[in-house]
């Protein structure tokens, strides 16, 4: 939600702040900009749209400046238009600022600051902040720093903000709450971004800035300080990252690219924890908290989006498999709601960024009252990663296409390997089951393979449905978050209106929209409920709605009553999700794809959602 990238050092800024912008587009592409100082002198640049315009914009005009900043951005105060893209410029001038993150009590600020006779040229909290910065430092004749830290005292809300000014040829003053920024080392310069993707190419040398931190960063020198002034060690994390895994690699889209990798992503999740043959399961961060896992009255689950559909899946696979009754929660419902946690319950926090708003928040406050969180997350070093006090990384690698794909079977690999290992050490799942389990659990990266051979059928259900307005996504058991993953990435990706429901369920509303015109997916892999879902196929051909149906391979009955059928391998029904999800992301690729649409940056959605 919003991407930031500065640098500071001997090297053309302009050609790094671009790059940087186009790796961080995922986070937001409403507009974009930049801004540059050179012979003090602040040169700012910004365009509504994609980070392409603000380029073409600037061909020719031989940028030359070896400092400077740049914002993509999700728009939360103000319409997307260049008034409202950052850089933001103060009063005087001589200041500019990006920022990402929502200042809440901008408003009596602004009050204040127009009472004093600043003029707004932007509908963003980011200007208010900014001249409220710039007011501090008249009033106070006190240095740049010394006026953000008192500014940033008075002030609610979220933000990562990087400041330059135009009497300084050197430094970018930085600080975060709430919103991640790294930071990169170089010999004589520094690199400053939302994520280390803009990074990676010049330096492997990291510190990840806390919150509550200004960073003060000029090309010889990094200093961090708390908002007390006091300065703190910065601490050098190496990446692991490799370029390639960042880039398209011969692929028309990332969404493509990341769906076609999930048979490696799955294996990297089950690699060195997943030992079949031998009937184990190894997980440090399981092993070191079992006792806790054990006795725990109770799990609850805190997710968002495409996070929290692994979430549902997981309270299915644990109550299952390890009897521990299970709560799963949207982030942004549980803080607010002041829910009850007991002692010895277990939040298992899901998040492919690490860094959505909702959930930070939400484990912040359920661990100010003493719960012990287990993180399931994707990127490394993040902020809930890092706020757990234990957990798994899911290890499907950078997800760039704004529809999570490989991250969602990422979690789904390893909360089923979690809900395996604590049923076994609990007794609740017997050995033979178990046993059985990792086995099936083995196979999955080449049952994957398999299904995404299929993709030139899946692309031709898709071109027959592209037209339809509505869908309706039903499955039951195991298979009902995968009915509402498969809704959520359809009206994602393509914009057309999509319901997931337990196909049981559908008789109690969503039967009155079926007519000839509304295709129905059904998940009906062979499972306890399939006999069932095949009455509800027929309920919903009684009423003429067209049936497209995921089966297991070897079902001679629902294709009969289909309209169309895409078959996966045959699996145990606790296993079957993680395949039967990979037709659905396909069928919303291609749709989105037969509609013309940007499937790697579907509108108004952000990949990393850093506001409440
Ligand atoms: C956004 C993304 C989704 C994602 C959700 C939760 O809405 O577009 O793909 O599922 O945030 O994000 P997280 O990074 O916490 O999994």
Redesign the pocket.
């Given at each position: 939600m919003c991407g930031i990238v500065g640098y500071t050092g001997k090297r053309e800024a302009y050609p790094i702040l671009l790059k940087g912008l186009k790796r961080l587009e995922y986070r937001g592409y409403d507009s974009s900009g930049i801004a540059l100082q050179q012979d003090q002198h602040l040169q700012v640049y910004k365009k509504k749209g994609r980070v392409a315009e603000l380029e073409e914009l600037l061909l020719g005009k031989g940028l030359h400046a070896h400092i400077g900043i740049g914002h993509t951005r999700w728009a939360t105060h103000g319409e997307p238009s260049d008034r409202n893209a950052h850089p933001h410029v103060s009063q005087s001038g001589k200041l500019a600022m990006i920022h990402n993150g929502i200042i809440e009590n901008y408003a009596p600020i602004k009050q204040e600051l127009v009472s004093k006779g600043y003029q707004f040229h932007s509908d963003t909290d980011t200007e208010v902040l900014l001249n409220f910065i710039e007011e501090i430092q008249t009033q106070n004749a006190c240095s740049l720093e010394e006026a953000l830290r008192i500014a940033l005292k008075r002030v609610v809300g979220a933000y990562c903000i990087l400041l330059i000014a135009s009497d300084d040829p050197e430094t970018i003053i930085a600080a975060r709450k709430g919103s991640p920024l790294v930071i990169g080392i170089g010999k004589g310069e520094h690199f400053l971004a939302s994520d280390a993707s803009p990074i990676i190419e010049y330096t492997r040398e990291v510190v990840y800035v806390n919150d509550y931190e200004i960073a003060i960063v000029k090309p010889d020198e990094l200093i961090l300080k708390n908002l007390g002034n006091e300065k703190q060690t910065p601490y050098i994390t190496r990446l692991d990252m490799e370029l390639s895994a960042i880039e398209k690699g011969g692929y028309e889209h990332f969404m493509l690219k990341e769906i076609m990798e999930q048979p490696e992503t799955v294996f990297d999740g089950l690699r060195g924890r997943l030992l079949a043959a031998e009937g184990k399961i190894i997980m440090s961060g399981i092993e070191q908290h079992l006792p806790a896992f054990l006795s725990a009255p109770r799990i609850i689950i805190v997710?968002?989006?495409?996070?929290w559909h692994a979430g549902l899946l997981a309270e299915y696979l644990i109550e299952t498999f390890a009897r521990i009754p299970v709560e799963v929660e949207y982030a942004s419902e549980f803080r607010y709601r002041n829910p009850v946690i007991h002692p010895g319950d277990v939040i298992i926090a899901?998040?492919?960024?690490?860094?959505?708003a909702d959930?930070l928040v939400a484990l912040e406050s359920a661990k100010a009252q003493g719960a012990f969180i287990f993180g399931v997350v994707n990127a490394v070093g993040s902020s809930i990663a890092r706020l757990s006090d234990a957990g798994a990384y899911t290890h499907a690698g950078p997800e760039i296409g704004?529809?999570?794909t490989k991250?969602f079977t990422g979690q789904v690999a390893v909360l089923t390997l979690m809900a395996l290992k604590i049923g076994y050490a609990k007794g609740t799942l017997a050995e033979a089951d178990y046993l059985n389990l990792l086995l099936e659990l083995e196979q999955v990266p080449e049952k994957i393979r398999e299904i995404l051979s299929q993709s030139a059928h899946i692309q031709q259900v898709a071109n027959k449905y592209k037209d339809a307005t509505d869908f309706l996504f039903l499955g039951r058991g195991y298979n009902f978050p995968i009915a509402l993953e498969g809704a959520l990435k359809l009206k994602e990706i393509s914009y057309i209106h999509a319901e997931g429901y337990p196909a049981a369920e559908m008789k109690h509303g969503p039967i009155a929209l079926v007519d000839e015109n509304l295709p129905v997916l059904f998940v009906a892999t062979r499972d306890l409920y399939y006999d069932k879902v095949v009455s509800n196929v027929q309920e919903i051909k009684a009423r003429k709605g067209k049936v497209i149906a995921i089966i297991t391979k070897g079902d001679t009955i629902l294709p009969e009553m289909a309209n169309d059928v895409i078959t996966i391998p045959e699996a145990h029904e606790a296993i079957a999700p993680i395949l039967s999800v990979i037709p659905l992301q396909l069928l919303s690729y291609y749709t989105g794809l037969a509609k013309g649409y940007d499937v790697d940056k579907p509108r108004n959605?952000?990949?990393?959602?850093t506001v409440e």
């Open positions: 997710a968002c989006g495409t996070s899901i998040s492919q960024s690490g860094e959505t959930t704004v529809a999570s991250a959605l952000a990949k990393s959602v």
